[in-house]
């Protein structure tokens, strides 16, 4: 084969692996969030493991704070509720405005 055959073989496939890569990219980009997730979901599990006591611990603790105090829990949820629906009814409101 001709050198000038292999240059221009050559060019296009650099070119479709440029196109490809690029691709890629894009695809890869709706993927980051999910697997960020995913790694902390491991990480968790891995400190679990390696600390179960922590854990059975925190989640005693909570038991007997919410079973303690479910009456300011439930003003509390409820008061966060109204504050993110008021703020949402506030985000609304402003591009009708404009």
Excluded: C, N
Aim: no cysteine; aromatic share 8%; proline share 3%.
């Amino acid at each position: 084969m001709k050198k000038s055959t292999l240059l221009a073989k050559r060019a296009l496939i650099i070119q479709r692996i440029a196109l490809q890569r690029a691709d890629v990219a894009k695809l890869a980009t709706a993927f980051r969030k999910p697997l960020a997730v995913l790694d902390m979901a491991v990480v968790v599990e891995q400190q679990i493991k390696l600390h179960p006591y922590y854990f059975i611990g925190s989640a005693a603790l909570l038991a007997v704070v919410f079973r303690k105090h479910m009456h300011a829990v439930r003003i509390g949820f409820t008061g966060i509720a109204w504050l993110l629906s008021a703020k949402s009814l506030r985000q609304e409101k402003k591009p009708s405005e404009r």
